[in-house]
């Protein structure tokens, strides 16, 4: 039998003053609340592999903490602006390796986009893949993309 287990954990900071009685608090814990990386990339991952809304991902995400999460979707929007900003140096070296190829294929899929249709195109060549977004799925729009 293969089975799942999903749980919560809160983990008690305890930060006490330096030599002169000075706390030092490191900024990603200057918050009411600090997620771990855990709930973090489960949130990424849903948001790009599955291509769900903040709202459904916060909804999976605090069932699944059985209530003890109180995630908002608005933290699940920085936390994927935060991977997004990071990863650019990531994307430039993929697109840059989809530019070697001789032959590269792409299709799009249709996101609804605060009640406006849009696209997620993606390119691919071989174990590479880029996506990008894109309003109309148009060759003008296509051209516009800048690898």
Known sequence: MVDLSVGTVITEL???????????IPKEYQSDVTYGPNIKALAVALYSEGVM????ITAFLNAAGDGGIGLSAGSVY????KFAQQAQA??????????SHGVVATDA????V???QNYIRNFSAENTVV??????????????LVF
């Open 14 to 24: 305890r930060i006490y003053g330096d030599a002169k009685g000075e706390c030092h």
């Open 114 to 116: 605060n009640g406006a």
């Open 78 to 81: 920085g936390f994927c602006r």
């Open 109 to 112: 899929t249709t996101v609804t």
């Open 90 to 99: 990531d994307i430039h070296h993929l697109e840059d390796a989809l530019l």
């Open 53 to 56: 809304s903040n709202e459904r």
């Open 131 to 144: 996506y990008h977004e894109m309003h109309k799925k148009t060759i003008p729009a296509l051209k516009k």
